[in-house]
């Protein structure tokens, strides 16, 4: 079981960048593949991205692919999400969470996520 803290969000005008942290505490983190999600007020999170162990990125989504990129830092417990070009649309809560698979990207449902952080809200706007 992961205990996944986000950080980084704050608020930013458009077209700027933030990059958001995900950290654990345990050292399994470099085991699992994470998600990145956003939910806006009133939705249903949605997810954007998720990255394996060894940082290829899979699973992105189509709306945010060539603004949002992930890295990671396993020895630093650290997982990344870089925001670029942002818009005021990208006003949300931004989550990471562990895959139920593992080292594998199984998909961006929700419900193949788990040791959801406490998110990190991200405003853009002038």
């Known amino acids: 079981q992961l205990t996944l803290v986000e950080s980084g969000g704050g608020l930013v005008q458009p077209g700027g960048s933030l990059r958001l942290s995900c950290a654990a505490s345990?050292?399994?983190?470099?085991?699992?593949?994470i998600g990145w999600f956003r939910q806006f007020p009133g939705k249903e999170r949605e997810g954007l991205l998720c990255?394996?162990?060894?940082?290829?990125?899979?699973n992105f989504a189509a709306h945010v692919k060539g603004r949002v990129t992930s890295s990671r830092d396993n020895a630093a417990r650290t997982v990344y999400l870089q925001l670029n070009s942002l818009k005021p649309d990208d006003t949300a809560m931004y989550y990471c969470?562990?895959?139920?698979?593992?080292?594998?990207?199984?998909?961006?449902?929700?419900?193949?996520?788990?040791?959801w952080g406490q998110g990190t809200q991200v405003t853009v706007s002038s």
């Open positions: 345990e050292r399994t983190l470099g085991y699992y593949a």
């Open positions: 990255i394996r162990p060894s940082g290829v990125i899979t």
């Open positions: 969470a562990a895959s139920l698979s593992g080292s594998l990207c199984t998909g961006l449902s929700t419900g193949s996520f788990y040791s």
